[in-house]
């Protein structure tokens, strides 16, 4: 915990993504570079979202912060302060969301 220098408390630990290929039995990094940053952003299925954060509820999906606590993720947030969440060193401030 003391290398997320950002604060447990404003970073990603574990999100939603049933429109990546990812097991969840396989924890692994998702990588950003290549990845679409947002929310149940538009996918080649319903439910199939490409974007790092996908759910089937369609206002948005669940997220673990590294603190352990679970929030309930806006499809709406903007994709800078998803950005930030996504960073454990980044120095970004303390998004608000």
């Known amino acids: 915990m003391k290398d997320v220098t950002d604060g447990v408390s404003n970073t990603l630990a574990i999100v939603e993504a ?3 290929p990812v097991v ?3 924890p692994r990094d998702v990588d950003l570079a290549e990845q679409r940053v947002g929310v149940n952003l538009p996918g080649d299925q319903p ?3 490409r974007g790092v954060v996908s759910s089937y509820h369609p ?3 669940h997220v673990a912060m590294a603190d352990g606590s679970v929030r ?3 499809a709406d947030i903007d994709p800078g302060v998803l950005r ?3 960073s ?3 120095g970004e401030p303390p998004p608000a969301w």
């Open 88 to 90: 454990a060193t980044g």
């Open 18 to 20: 049933c429109g990546l």
């Open 59 to 61: 206002q948005g999906g």
């Open 47 to 49: 439910g199939r979202s």
């Open 84 to 86: 930030a969440l996504l």
């Open 72 to 74: 309930f993720m806006s």
């Open 24 to 26: 969840w039995t396989e």
